[in-house]
Nanobody, 122 residues
Framework: QVQLVESGGGSVQAGGSLRLSCAAS?????MGWFRQAPGKEREGVAAIKSDGSTTYADSVKGRFTISQDNAKKILYLQMNSLEPEDTDIYYC???????????????????WGQGTQVTVSS
């Protein structure tokens, strides 16, 4: 079992920054951030593999950075140049998979946090 607890969400104006944190009881080979708006599918934002390789959704490339502190077992998502379209509930997730061809799909992730709200105003 893996417990995940997100923090760091909030309200910010467009162009601003936020850093999300996810405290994990243990880190898995793939850790990811997803987001979901009411009535929409949960979409992958960024993922990081245990070797440090990262994958980003096109919509956040160059603006968001995923990282993790292995010693503290914390996953981060640094979000810069935020846009109103980034308004969503953000979820931390962990996958037991050893290898994923594309790590931004929801299905391989079997552990989820409770989510944290990010609101960006124009």
């Amino acid at each position: 079992q893996v417990q995940l607890v997100e923090s760091g969400g909030g309200s910010v104006q467009a162009g601003g920054s936020l850093r999300l944190s996810c405290a994990a009881s243990r880190l898995r080979d793939y850790m990811g951030w997803f987001r979901q708006a009411p009535g929409k599918e949960r979409e992958g934002v960024a993922a990081i593999k245990s070797d440090g390789s990262t994958t980003y959704a096109d919509s956040v490339k160059g603006r968001f950075t995923i990282s993790q502190d292995n010693a503290k077992k914390i996953l981060y998502l640094q979000m810069n140049s935020l846009e109103p379209e980034d308004t969503d509930i953000y979820y931390c997730a962990a996958s037991s998979a050893i290898w994923l061809g594309y790590p931004l799909t929801r299905a391989p992730y079997n552990y989820w946090g409770q989510g944290t709200q990010v609101t960006v105003s124009s």
